[in-house]
């Protein structure tokens, strides 16, 4: 077994035995029976997996995935020369020594799932890992390969370990896996993944303990390297603002501060568009002057500098003068839209959600927020409390991962002593039954301790919709408010701004762009995974995609219809096949039909009952 000093990151430690939580025999079988039943029926009766297995199972039969093979996307040249390669390479060095006797694979990966680095100490788990293509350069995001230890972890953004028949694609059965996401040390942005993968018989419970305290240690070693560079990225932002009393906003890959005065003169779309030019701007490391035409009509002139640190480039400052405005949209007339750290939106319904749970922390009442999956609930509570406290504390605690309640109750009694910053209980409709009663005893106690003393301490919760015998009434009477967050189909407008927005996220860059076309077509779909399933699929084209503009064709087929039902996953492989039929066949359907060996008369009452319509 693992010794704990290897598992709490102790250096020279030995570790002298392999991995040896075999799963039992009848416990497997039975899981294979149960996979095979969702693979043929499409359900899980509850209880017999567990619940993030089951909901990243259902995730992978939307999107198509092979059950019966492994298919990934390949990067050919991955970028190797991130804060995050440079942060690990230390750490995961100690941890290949530590582990050289052990059938364990080390491995790390971009954000997107795209696997990066690779150590494997045993030939034949090498050569297994080879067969699956868990290899550099290939993606093992869920969407290609389904439900895994990489892509699973990136998608819940949660640490997760997936083990044998609970992988959707059956050649990884014999496979164990420990992911844990490594994140932004200020942004809280994911910058990758440490996972650990081994044999399904060789699994440990100590596996995912390790993967944890790497991965912390990755990130304590970014905290290190990002202070210098933002630091420096702090101070010239600082200076600019004095010298300055105009429009001015400072930048990285990670980090956006902008003023006052731009957030009061400047709209949401126009600050964008400044952001993502400046962006550009900055790759070049020189300096700048830049003139450019806002989408509210006006035009501004930027003046950016980059900012240079001993470890590298640190980002940019960047001085901006509006020169002219178009009639009836004077440059002098603020349009006062709030934004949020790390969020984009406009729309008089995202900012009226925004404004309330900005009320409720600025009088300090604690609220729950709850809403569709994906709709982006723990962003904006991490964007609000950047907004008001850029270098509070801000914790979340997942009551998803709370399978042991003693263990959860500590962390969380650890959590509710610290007394400043914010703490966010994510997806607290998880709570097991047995912990409802004592997390509510304990966040009252300290509700009122608060209170008693007057400390300034903000804590929220995050639920989706819940069933009428939820029983979660005492521990959600702890909280006075609650604010329901809108699904994207609310808020479509919203698109025009929020692809632009996680396109820079994305590419780090403003090479990227979708064309008006592109924009509409966004706009016409229902998005049933909110905005989490709009991030997926740009980040799809994206991978095929690294600069210029997305057109309609260069989208996954779930954008090209409109459905008005839920497809089976046949009638899902049937409309991708139409529609890439008559993208081929350049919108023309007898063609697509000939194609396809279908009638003409079945064509169109297939475009017509799956909602197909192509952009002309």
């Known amino acids: ?48 997996v567990r ?70 100490s045993d030939g034949r788990l090498e050569r297994r890992l080879d067969q699956v293509q868990l290899a550099p350069g290939f993606s093992y995001a869920e969407q290609y390969v389904g439900t895994n230890g990489i892509g699973t972890a990136l998608e819940g953004g949660q640490a997760t370990c997936v083990f044998g028949h609970e992988h959707y694609a059956e050649d990884l059965e014999d496979l164990g896996c420990a992911g844990v996401p490594v994140r932004h040390p200020v942004s809280g942005r994911q910058l990758g993944l440490l996972d650990l993968t081994c044999w399904t018989r060789d699994a440990s419970p100590l596996m995912l303990a390790l993967a944890k305290t790497t991965a912390r240690q990755i990130e304590q070693e970014l905290t290190t390297l990002t202070g210098l560079r933002e630091f420096a990225l702090f101070q010239e932002y600082l200076r600019a603002c004095r010298h300055s009393g105009g429009i001015v906003f400072a930048l990285n890959n990670d980090v956006v501060m902008m003023n006052d005065h731009a957030r009061q003169v400047l709209s949401a779309s126009d600050q964008t568009t400044l952001l993502a030019t400046a962006a550009e701007a900055m790759m070049g490391s020189k300096r700048a002057t830049i003139d450019v035409t806002l989408p509210s009509g006006g035009r501004a002139r930027l003046f950016c500098a980059p900012v240079h640190t001993e470890s590298g ?45 900005c009320a409720h922390y600025q009088s300090g009442e604690w609220i729950t927020v709850r809403g569709e999956a ?28 709370a399978t042991d309640t003693t263990d ?59 069933a009428q015998d939820h029983g979660l009434a005492d521990v959600l009477g702890v909280f006075p408010a609650s604010v329901e967050i809108p699904p994207l189909r609310h ?32 706009m016409r779909h229902t998005w049933p995974g909110n905005v989490a399933q709009l991030r997926q699929v740009l980040s799809a084209v994206a991978q095929h995609r690294r600069s210029g503009v997305i057109e309609p064709g260069d989208l996954p087929p779930e954008c090209q219809s409109v459905a008005r039902r839920v497809l089976s996953p046949m009638e899902s492989l049937e409309r991708d096949a139409i529609v890439r039929s008559l993208l081929d066949a350049n919108g023309n359907k007898n063609k697509a039909a000939l194609v396809l060996g279908v009638s003409r008369a079945t064509i169109y009452r297939k475009i017509r009952e ?7």
Request: hydrophobic content about 40%.
């Open 374 to 401: 994906g709709t982006g609930k723990l962003a904006l509570l991490r964007a609000v409390d950047r907004h008001y406290a850029p270098a509070g504390r801000f914790h979340v605690l997942d009551a998803a991962e």
């Open 313 to 357: 480039p640190a980002g940019g400052v960047i001085r901006a003068r509006l020169t002219g405005a178009t009639a009836g949209t004077p440059s002098d007339t603020p349009v006062r839209h709030r934004l949020l750290p790390g969020l984009a939106g406009s729309s008089s319904t995202w900012q009226r959600f925004c404004d309330q749970v």
């Open 491 to 522: 808020r479509i407008d919203d698109i025009r701004e929020l692809a632009p927005f996680l396109l820079v996220k994305l590419t780090s860059t403003a090479s990227l762009a979708c064309s008006p076309a592109t924009i509409r077509l966004l």
């Open 610 to 616: 799956y909602g197909i319509d192509l952009p002309q």
């Open 51 to 120: 619940e993030t297995i089951a909901a990243s199972w259902t995730r992978s039969r939307t999107w198509n995935v092979a059950a019966d093979h492994v298919r990934l996307a390949y990067v050919k040249d991955p970028n190797l020369e991130t804060p995050l390669t440079r942060a690990a390479a230390p750490i995961l060095s100690r941890l290949r020594e530590q582990l050289s006797d052990e059938r364990v694979s080390i491995i790390l990966t971009d954000p997107t799932g795209v696997v990066l680095d690779r150590h494997t």
């Open 408 to 466: 959860f109750l500590a962390h969380l009694s650890q959590e509710l002593r610290d007394t400043s910053g914010t703490l966010v209980i994510q997806h607290i409709d998880r709570l097991p039954a047995e912990a409802v009663q004592a997390v509510a005893t304990l966040l009252l106690r300290h509700r009122r301790a608060d209170a008693q003393a007057g400390r300034r301490r903000w804590v929220a919760a995050t639920h989706g919709f819940l």
């Open 1 to 48: 077994m693992l010794d704990q000093s290897t598992v709490n990151g102790g250096q020279g430690c030995d570790v002298s035995s392999t991995y040896s939580m075999s799963p039992q025999p009848r416990a497997g079988r039975v899981l294979a029976k149960t996979r095979e039943r969702f693979l043929t029926g499409g359900t899980v009766d509850p209880g017999q």
